[in-house]
């Protein structure tokens, strides 16, 4: 369940100040169900995309293009925006052709390859037919560099010299010389338990990233890689029935639930030879987890290390013969984030990224790892570091210090003094540096307005404004909610973040239907200070239904600190949280507070799922993919917030949904995939059982052959249509 990114979460669509037009889109302005969701007759209200822009390693500013397969390249003129086109070596189509790739396969193979494309770059590695290609553009030519079709292989990474490959076949590393094509096998032993380069499924669900399952770097010099080898023979097997086909599609996954044990794991430096160099467990005797695995820029590997339930990281340095020490260490009153790598200047020092305060801050260590001081503090959070200006002597960075639900860009000194803010208008940005700092391409939007990009000087002066897309012309044709933003306070004060979608002619005299969408999971915020073509809300606004979203304390992102008073409590400060909120909405007059409906999906299926069965605030619930007892969840996540079962029963038994199912309240709409490898349908069977020994009535929709979230077109637009009717039927 990623903090960052929740898969079924929808970030809220900020719309505010158009006009209506009589002659409208719809005939009338009017939204419907199958203009957003219908596979065959939704539109698309898409704003013109931006110009591709990005910068080379010589410091050019590159405008790219993708034209039937073409890739077209230009180098853009700063100051007068003149554009030069570069040599024509990225007609990737005519490359594929000439190699006699499919012709079913070259269009995309072709569109994704010139996408890739940058002026500094010849080699590219591509599969196809199970088989590693190389692109090589010097030559013009494009080659397999493996000859086994029939089994695959997979997560190919070029070294950084591009003379060799590395990938995975089953669960093993091999390696190719990309001059002869010559495979060398570097690991052996790879089988349904023993997993070397590759992650298991809740390391690369939970630790390093959903959907990337490489565990293994290259280093520098391009002669060894440092990887991770993972032991899943103690972890329980999961199986999903694919009854949703014939024969049946069973999927069998190693998933470590709460409590269970968890795949051992090595890290290991191989060379191109096959010889393996195993470091040694610095905490023998305890559980751990390696959270982050690379190498220094002068060649040293280094790795984060954790405790099971995560209270402490340390990272630590190896030496040639791999021997390690602790460099730096944090702990927390509750549990500590991952966190990134160190950012090297050439001196050998480095900034370090900590929450170590409760809020994401920077801070300089020296060239013997001994601490120099914070470069930022106060009461907002570093988003990410992109660079260190060492000619100015400046840290380059974005973060929320002026905004709390948006992203601006910021440069201070190496010793913490002369903090500026880059960017001027409010919203949320996204900053590209170009490599000597001079220049930065910024693409941003905001609640009220359209995506933009321009570029500016490192002072943050605008050079050119690049794109300015406006309000798409099918968004003016449109009637649409009246959005307003606000914070409401909590019972202990803290400024919680809200969206009201009024219904157009709004009457504050009447009272409304509520529809609530949350996800409310730990750092996931759905209020944020940018531009969403998601209509869903304004279509609601249209049938009649004020739409409510707000996020609680813990999940607003607003330091670290704000979400500790949940650590093994799941639940319980979040439902105080959402009624502090109802408590506004009521206030306020124009909310029927005997109709609202509260929607959520995976994290947000939870809560749903836990505030119908611990409140009666709510009348109608949609519960999707939820979590019903944390005991059922993976153990990093779940034990990061709530320790372990075995040390924790009372707080996993008053966060639990399935013990409470006799006490729920309300109408509800469990929905599920049943083939969801995230949060397991065993959740909904087990709840649906209680609710069932408990009297209480229920509907359920199950999506066959479908994962975490519903994907296929035609199984979605049943989910709409069926939530709809719900909605109507019982609010």
Do not use: C
């Given at each position: ?484 933003h606000q914070q409401i306070k909590s019972r202990n004060g803290f400024p919680m973040e809200s969206v009201l979608f009024l219904p157009p002619n709004f009457d504050s005299t009447k009272k ?70 109802l408590e506004w909405l009521r206030q306020q007059g124009f909310a029927d507070m005997d109709r609202i409906a509260l929607n959520g999906w995976s994290y947000g299926g939870y809560f749903t ?123």
């Amino acid at each position: 369940m990623k903090r960052t990114i929740p898969l079924s979460a929808i970030t809220v669509a900020i719309i505010t100040g158009f006009a209506v037009n009589a002659a409208a889109y719809a005939g009338d302005g009017k939204l419907t169900l199958e203009m957003l969701y219908h596979p065959e007759q939704r539109q698309n209200f898409n704003a013109a995309p931006l110009t591709r822009l990005s910068w080379d390693n010589q410091n050019r500013l590159i405008e790219s293009k993708v034209n039937k397969g073409v890739a077209e390249l230009f180098v853009v003129n700063p100051t007068t925006w003149e554009k030069t086109a570069l040599p024509a070596d990225g007609n990737v189509l005519s490359i594929l052709k000439a190699a006699k790739i499919d012709e079913k396969e070259i269009g995309k193979l072709a569109d994704q390859l010139s996408a890739r494309i940058k002026p500094e770059t010849k080699s590219y590695i591509f599969t196809y037919k199970n088989d590693i290609w190389l692109l090589d553009l010097n030559a013009a030519k494009a080659r397999a560099l493996t000859n086994t079709p029939n089994e695959q292989e997979d997560e190919a990474l070029l070294s950084p010299d591009a003379k060799t490959v590395a990938y995975l076949k089953g669960n093993d590393m091999y390696a190719t010389d990309v001059a002869t094509a010559k495979e060398k096998r570097l690991t052996t032993g790879g089988s349904e338990t023993i997993f070397n380069g590759r992650l298991d499924w809740v390391y690369q669900e939970e630790v390093y990233g959903r959907g990337d399952f490489r565990a293994f770097r290259w280093a520098p010099d391009s002669k060894k890689l440092a990887f991770l080898s993972f032991d899943e023979t103690k972890v329980p097997v999961y199986t999903l029935s694919g009854d949703h086909a014939q024969p049946v599609k069973t999927d069998r996954t190693r998933y470590p639930k709460a409590g269970d044990p968890n795949p051992i794991t090595k890290l290991g430096v191989v060379d191109l030879n096959g010889k393996i160099s195993w470091t040694q467990d610095p905490y023998a005797g305890k559980e751990t987890l390696i959270v982050q695995v690379d190498w220094t820029p002068d060649g040293r590997l280094m790795a984060a290390w954790q405790d099971r339930v995560q209270t402490w990281l340390d990272l630590r340095i190896y030496d040639t013969k791999l021997n390690s020490k602790a460099v730096v260490k944090e702990t927390s009153p509750a549990w500590t984030e991952r966190l990134p790598l160190p950012h090297f200047l050439k001196d050998g020092s480095f900034i370090w990224e900590s929450s170590r305060t409760g809020h994401h801050h920077l801070y300089h260590y020296d060239k013997n790892f001994q601490l120099v001081k914070a470069v930022t503090q106060g009461d907002w959070d570093v988003r990410s570091v992109h660079g260190v200006d060492e000619a100015n002597n400046r840290v380059l960075f974005a973060a929320n210090e002026r905004n709390p639900i948006g992203n601006d860009e910021y440069s201070v000194n190496l010793d913490g003094s002369n903090l500026k803010r880059l960017t001027e208008e409010k919203g949320t940005h996204m900053v590209r540096w170009n490599e000597t700092f001079t220049h930065f391409v910024d693409t941003w939007s905001s609640m009220t307005q359209t995506p933009k990009q321009a570029l500016f000087t490192d002072a943050g002066v605008q050079v050119k404004l690049v794109d300015d897309a406006g309000v798409p012309t099918k968004y003016k044709e449109l009637q649409l909610a009246t959005v307003k933003h606000q914070q409401i306070k909590s019972r202990n004060g803290f400024p919680m973040e809200s969206v009201l979608f009024l219904p157009p002619n709004f009457d504050s005299t009447k009272k409304y239907p509520v529809y609530q969408h949350l996800y409310a999971g730990p750092m996931a915020p759905q209020v944020r200070d940018m531009w969403n073509t998601n209509l869903y809300y304004h279509f609601l606004a249209q049938q009649g239904y004020v739409v409510w979203v707000m996020d609680n304390q813990s999940a607003s992102n607003k330091g670290v600190s704000s979400a500790w008073p949940i650590h093994k409590k799941l639940g319980q400060l979040e439902l105080q949280d959402q009624l502090d909120g109802l408590e506004w909405l009521r206030q306020q007059g124009f909310a029927d507070m005997d109709r609202i409906a509260l929607n959520g999906w995976s994290y947000g299926g939870y809560f749903t799922s836990y505030a119908m069965t611990h409140s009666k605030a709510w009348k109608v619930g949609f519960v999707g993919a939820p979590v019903t007892d944390w005991r059922f969840y993976d153990s990093i996540y779940t034990e990061r917030y709530m320790g372990l079962p075995q040390e924790n029963a009372e707080g996993y038994d008053k966060g639990s949904s399935l013990k409470a199912a006799k006490d729920l309240s309300g109408k509800i709409l469990i929905m599920h995939g049943t083939m969801d490898d995230n949060v397991h349908p065993q959740n909904t069977v087990m709840f649906i059982d209680a609710l069932a020994k408990g009297n209480k009535e229920y509907s359920l929709q199950l999506y066959p052959g479908q994962g975490h979230g519903v994907a296929d077109a035609w199984q979605n637009w049943s989910l709409q249509k069926a939530k709809w009717k719900f909605l109507q039927d019982n609010l």
